[in-house]
Nanobody, 126 residues
């Protein structure tokens, strides 16, 4: 059974930092890109960041570029999102995800993403 379990969300102040984690287990064999999406209240889910299977390639939404860093580790099958200089507009539920096609993230094909976590809430208060 595939499981992607996010943690690390919470309420922070503007300008603070937060690190989200995603524990991955049960994935079928194969190479998977992994990424983060977020969904703010009343808005559609949007792409945040992706890292390739090898870890050599990353891609970010313009809104988080320079502030967020995505990374993954392989021994313990973890995905991370380091978020710095948080803004009120970063408030959302953040979802961990996995898919075999890196391009699905770059082209924001949300409906094509194969595996999803249940999300963790990040609230940035001003």
């Amino acid at each position: 059974q595939v499981q992607l379990i996010e943690s690390g969300g919470g309420t922070v102040q503007v300008g603070d930092s937060l690190r989200l984690s995603c524990a991955v287990s049960g994935m079928p064999s194969g190479s998977y890109a992994m990424g983060w999406f977020r969904q703010a209240p009343g808005k559609q889910r949007e792409f945040v960041a992706v890292v390739s299977w090898s870890g050599s390639s990353t891609y970010y939404a313009d809104s988080v570029k320079g502030r967020f860093t995505i990374s993954r580790t392989y021994g313990d099958n973890m995905l991370y999102l380091q978020m710095n200089n948080l803004k009120p507009e970063d408030t959302a539920v953040y979802y961990c995800s996995a898919d075999s096609a890196f391009v699905n993230y770059v082209q924001e094909r949300t409906d094509e993403i194969e595996f999803w976590g249940r999300g963790t809430l990040v609230t940035v208060s001003s």
